[in-house]
């Protein structure tokens, strides 16, 4: 168990932000899921700006890695255009 205050905070902020990060990673992993289900072109052109800014905040916060968050971004784009 941690005796300095400074690591007792740190503990304290690690727990916060792995459960905000989970938060946002579940969050982000169903709304790719969603749109990887869509089957209709308007509904998916509407939903892809959203995702693909779901993924660069990740990326951008090292939730994810950058490579990981353009793979996605690209394989989603593929989908979307071959609606």
């Known amino acids: 168990m941690a005796h300095h205050l400074s690591a ?3 503990i304290r902020q690690t727990e ?3 459960v905000r990060n989970k938060y946002y ?3 982000t992993r169903n709304a790719v899921k ?14 892809y ?4 800014s779901m993924l660069d ?8 890695h950058k490579n990981k968050a353009a793979n996605l971004k690209s394989k989603l784009a593929k989908h979307v255009n071959s609606l």
């Open 8 to 10: 007792k905070k740190r």
């Open 16 to 18: 916060e932000s792995r």
């Open 25 to 27: 990673a579940r969050t």
């Open 34 to 47: 969603k749109l990887r289900e869509t089957k209709e072109k308007e509904a998916a052109d509407e939903q």
């Open 49 to 52: 700006p959203k995702v693909v």
């Open 57 to 64: 905040k990740l990326a951008k916060s090292n939730v994810i």
